[in-house]
C-alpha cells in the first residue's frame, strides 16, 4: 500500500516514503528526521490512524444529521454466555439482529451495548436505516429464529475487542435510569437514556476502545525496535 513519494503517518507524526526495501522502508519525517522502519507494523498503524479519522468523520456528520433531536438513545444489554465467536465482526452481525421485544426503532436511533455476563458496556453505534425484514439473512446458529425477524444497520462508533475488557457497570451512574443495574440483568433490553447519559458512556467505550488499539500499536513499536 506504500508508494515511494507517498505521504503518511504514524503517532510519531507525518512521514516521506523514500525507499522500499521490503520488509522495511525508508522515511522522511517533518522534522526532517530519517528512519527505517518495519512496513508490515506501519501499515496497521495506517490502517487504524484511516479508520479514527473515519470514525471522527462520521461522528461529526452524525451530529449534524441527527441535531434535530428526534434520535433515541438506548442500551440494549446481550448475555455472551452462549456466543461462540465473540469477534469483532461477529458481534457487530449479531448485534443488528433486532431481539427480543424491541421498542419501535428507527433510522438515526443510537446505541449503547452492554454484555451481562462480564457486566460491561462494550460498543456504540448508531441505526442508519429503519428495520427491515432478515429474509433469508439469518445465520445459521439463530436456530430459532424466522425470516420476520428484523435487522437493523448499524453504523459503529466504537467496540472494545475484548468485551471482557469494556466499560465496568459500576463504574457508571444513568441519572435518567436510577434503577438501570436491575433492569440490564436480563437479555434483549432496549433501556431508553437521555442524551446525557449516552454521551458520558458511549465517550467511556470510545477512549478503553482507543487506549487498547495503542497498546497495540506500541507492541508492535517495541517488536519493530527488537527486529532492527
Do not use: H
Not at 448485534?95 to 460491561?120: C, H, K, M, W
Not at 466504537?158 to 440483568?185: N, T, W
Request: aromatic share 8%; charged share 30%; proline share 5%.
Amino acid at each position: 500500500m506504500f508508494e515511494v513519494n507517498g505521504e503518511y503517518e504514524n503517532r510519531k507524526g507525518k512521514y516521506t516514503v523514500l525507499e522500499l526495501n521490503r520488509p522495511r522502508m525508508k522515511v522522511r519525517f517533518e522534522d526532517g528526521s530519517v528512519a527505517e522502519l518495519n512496513i508490515g507494523i506501519q501499515e496497521r498503524i495506517w490502517q487504524n490512524i484511516m479508520a479514527e479519522q473515519e470514525a471522527a468523520r462520521r461522528k461529526s456528520n452524525r451530529r449534524n444529521a441527527f441535531s434535530t433531536g428526534r434520535s433515541n438513545f438506548f442500551v440494549r444489554s446481550i448475555s455472551v454466555l452462549d456466543v461462540e465467536d465473540t469477534s469483532p465482526a461477529a458481534i457487530q452481525e449479531l448485534l443488528s439482529f433486532v431481539t427480543g421485544n424491541p421498542p419501535e426503532l428507527q433510522s438515526g436511533d443510537r446505541f449503547l451495548f452492554y454484555a451481562i455476563e462480564p457486566a460491561v458496556f462494550f460498543a456504540v453505534a448508531t441505526s442508519t436505516g429503519n428495520p427491515v425484514k432478515a429474509g433469508r439473512k439469518i445465520p445459521k446458529y439463530m436456530l430459532t429464529a424466522d425470516e420476520n425477524m428484523l435487522i437493523i444497520p448499524l453504523d459503529w462508533d466504537a467496540q472494545i475487542v475484548l468485551i471482557e475488557e469494556g466499560v465496568p457497570l459500576d463504574s457508571v451512574e444513568l441519572e435518567s435510569q436510577p434503577d438501570f443495574r436491575r433492569l440490564l440483568s436480563v437479555p434483549d433490553v432496549y433501556l431508553p437514556i437521555n442524551e446525557d447519559d449516552f454521551e458520558l458512556v458511549g465517550e467511556l467505550v470510545t477512549e478503553q476502545s482507543e487506549d487498547m488499539e495503542e497498546e497495540e500499536e506500541e507492541d508492535l513499536e517495541e517488536e519493530e525496535l527488537e527486529d532492527e
